[in-house]
């Protein structure tokens, strides 16, 4: 297998030129028989592969079908998603991985489905993830943090996940506190689930799971979901390439956190800031006792929100006690 994603890399790296079966053979350390085998094997997998002979081996195309192979070849990270665990069905990407985890997988090992059959959203709600539609991906990550600081990766994420969606698509994303990307339609073509496996003071893992809707048409979704979901071949009239848009993730993702770990939160706050849905407006705050309007203004340090209150108080949310959509007032 890693012989195979050796391969798959060297020639990734040389899109434009051809590689020569003795360069391929001394780097992988294996025949140049050996070397011809793979490349039939790749041929079975969907990559299209140019050999000439005194020039050496190139790839012309790769499959339009997920599998590990085609996520790596082409993919520009130094540590995130160089394990790959693929399955066309699934689940949810997010129990994979915990297995995953818990049997000891490393630090950026990645599972990806093209479709899940319980896919999962906050407090078990269902993320709807229908075969070939979407990016579902869970990550493996263990960042050395106190538990009480996880919630700042999923803004984390999010900042990530707007950056890739507006960089390939021209398309402005908003976040909406905490996990969700939309757009200014209000409708919600992403989500991030951040699970946490912790002891007292360190964490051992976390999951973090994104759902990203991609070439989905309305009818794709039950009723009730078609009233708030979009993707982005909705948003903008074409068809995506699921595994181009991972791999352009991938990268920004890896950039963000290898960041945010040298230099801490304050940079990801004011990134996040300029995509925060209804940021500086007035939001409906409600709780068992009374319902409250206050103004949003930013996101805190431990990733709360930040309201300012009508007697111009500053006040930190921790949960989902927000009306973002003021369906009390219609
Ligand atoms: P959430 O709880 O914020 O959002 C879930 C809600 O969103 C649902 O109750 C439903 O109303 C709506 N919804 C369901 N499916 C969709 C959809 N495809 N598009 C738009 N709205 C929808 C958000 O949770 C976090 C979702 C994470 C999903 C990823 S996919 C990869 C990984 N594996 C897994 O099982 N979950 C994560």
């Not at 009723?223 to 990268?251: C, G, P, V, Y």
Request: charged share 25%; hydrophobic share 35%; aromatic share 8%.
């Amino acid at each position: 297998e890693s012989t195979r994603n050796k391969l798959i890399q060297l020639l990734a790296e040389n899109k434009e030129s051809y590689i020569s079966g003795q360069m391929l053979s001394d780097q992988l350390h294996i025949s140049r028989s050996a070397i011809w085998k793979h490349m039939k094997e790749l041929e079975r997998d969907g990559y299209e592969i140019e050999a000439k002979s005194k020039r050496g081996y190139r790839i012309i195309k790769s499959p339009e079908k997920i599998t590990e192979n085609t996520i790596l070849w082409g993919l520009k990270t130094n540590w995130l998603g160089k394990k790959v665990i693929h399955r066309e069905m699934t689940s949810s990407t997010q129990i994979l991985a915990h297995q995953a985890a818990k049997q000891n997988e490393g630090h950026g090992t990645i599972v990806v489905a093209d479709e899940q059959t319980t896919g999962r959203g906050r407090m078990s709600r269902t993320w709807h993830s229908k075969k070939g539609s979407g990016m579902w991906l869970s990550m493996i990550l263990k960042p050395e943090l106190p538990p009480y600081l996880a919630p700042q990766l999923t803004l984390l994420t999010a900042v990530a996940l707007a950056d890739t969606i507006s960089e390939i698509s021209n398309t402005k994303p908003l976040i909406k506190w905490p996990n969700d990307i939309l757009f200014s339609n209000q409708k919600k073509c992403a989500g991030i689930l951040t699970e946490l496996q912790a002891e007292q003071d360190k964490i051992q893992y976390v999951v973090i799971g994104i759902g990203l809707n991609v070439n989905q048409e309305l009818s794709d979704w039950p009723d009730e979901i078609q009233e708030r979901a979009t993707s982005l071949s909705i948003e903008t009239n074409k068809q995506w390439e699921i595994q181009s848009i991972m791999q352009h993730f991938l990268s920004e993702f890896e950039q963000t956190y290898d960041n945010y770990m040298v230099k801490g939160f304050s940079e990801i706050k004011k990134r996040w800031e300029a995509y925060g849905f209804k940021l500086g407006e007035l939001i409906t705050i409600q709780n068992l006792h009374e319902t409250r309007r206050a103004i949003f203004s930013g996101i805190a340090e431990d990733g709360a929100l930040l309201i300012k209150n009508e007697d111009g108080s500053l006040e930190k949310l921790y949960s989902g006690e927000i009306d973002w959509f003021n369906k009390g007032d219609r």
